[in-house]
């Protein structure tokens, strides 16, 4: 008898998992899909506000995970006090542990899980996948729906006799070009990623189909399901398809992504935030800093007051340091230079990797769960 299956989306208080859970039951109501959300209890209010109209607009009640639920503290500041003040960091990220894959893993147990994550057509990172076999990961804005683990056990070469013969069988109906490019073996010279965008762009639903009874023989929790709608996804979204799905449905873009107007030494430039999550979040771009700065003065003076000798959100500067009229200009004005060049610079990956110090895709892994 085949295993029941949760449904999961995790909504991290940004754009893009706002919009799939939009898109999820626009598009996708049959499933019983839970939404939930991890609040370390120190994100802005605007995310709150996005919970808030989300949760009417899906007709749902948003689980809410939190670390430490007994605690007398909040749960940033209990774990902080566990890591003797010692703040996160990119090398040492025990918050996105502890405010967030700890609570998601209680919150699913032992459970099979499909976890549908907001990964965007437009971006060239393949997300989290967690290590629990249990939980599977499935990216419906993005062409190729599957995980790459998934994607690397489906076109082993050992599989090729197996694709084969459903296919003799019948179980998809495909062409020739289709037939030809399954049996190429992966190579050094013809990897797995080239196999599979070719095969995605010579027929993406006869590939999810493939790999869906694939699945069947696995442990994978998509093998407990006899069908998925998703299979006949042929959607590929792109971050302007995102703003048009929050505005479109009444649910709203998230204030802090709305660029805001500056100036410094007589040229203009805009800033806003790229990202959800923590307001202190050690990802973030000095020009976000200095948005918060400037926007969320008593959120700026909070994050102030978690620096100890020792102990900053920056490794090469403290907040008041930052926080400094000169260096405040200095920011704005290498952040405008920077703007323009990546205008004149499409082409220059390598120059944008010197000048850009951040980018929006970098950030809590977990949110992406
Ligand atoms: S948003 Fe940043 S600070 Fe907050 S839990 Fe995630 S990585 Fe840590």
């Given amino acids: 008898m085949s295993q029941k299956v949760r449904h999961v989306l995790g909504i991290s208080g940004g ?18 899909i839970e939404y939930y959300s991890s609040d370390t209890g120190k994100e802005l209010e605007e995310t709150y506000e996005l919970i808030r109209n989300l949760e009417s607009y899906l007709g749902k009640k948003i689980h809410i995970l939190r670390g430490a639920e007994n605690s007398e503290h909040e749960a940033f500041d209990h774990f902080l006090k566990q890591y003797s003040g010692y703040l996160p960091s990119s090398q040492a ?20 899980v499909i976890s549908y994550v907001g990964i965007r057509g437009d971006e060239e990172r393949e997300g989290y996948i967690s290590k629990k076999s249990n939980i599977q990961s499935i990216f419906p804005f993005r062409q190729n729906i599957w995980s790459e683990d998934v994607v690397a056990k489906f076109l082993s070469n050992s599989s090729i006799p197996m694709i084969q013969s459903w296919i003799s069988e019948g179980v998809v109906e495909v062409d020739d070009e289709f037939i030809s490019l399954i049996d190429l073996p992966i190579s050094p010279k013809f990897p797995q990623n080239r196999k599979a965008s070719l095969l995605l762009n010579a027929d993406v639903k006869s590939f999810n189909n493939l790999v869906f009874r694939f699945l069947q023989s696995t442990s994978y929790p998509l093998a407990q399901l006899s069908s998925f709608p998703l299979v006949e996804n042929k959607d590929v979204l792109v971050k302007k398809d995102i703003f048009s799905i929050l505005r479109n449905s009444g649910v709203g873009v998230p204030k802090y992504y709305e660029e805001m107007e ?5 040229q203009v430039g805009h800033y806003s935030r790229s990202r959800s999550g923590c307001y202190f979040c050690f990802f973030q771009q000095k020009i976000e800093w200095v948005w918060l700065l400037e926007q969320h003065p ?8 978690y620096e100890k000798e020792g102990y900053a959100w920056n490794e090469r500067e403290t907040l008041t340091e930052l926080m400094q009229p000169e260096r405040v200009q200095q920011i704005k004005a290498d952040y405008i230079k920077r703007e323009a060049a990546k205008k004149l610079t499409t082409h220059s990956m390598f120059l944008l990797d010197i000048l850009d110090d951040s980018n929006e895709e970098e950030g809590c892994a977990a949110c992406f769960i």
């Fill in 298 to 305: 008593e959120l700026y003076t909070k994050a102030i007051a």
């Fill in 15 to 32: 754009k893009d998992s706002a919009a799939l859970a939009i898109y999820m039951k626009d598009n996708y109501p049959e499933l019983d």
């Fill in 262 to 266: 500056f100036e410094v030494n007589g």
């Fill in 93 to 112: 990220r025990w918050c996105t542990k502890k405010l967030k894959l700890e609570p998601f893993e209680r919150f699913i147990g032992n459970d099979l």
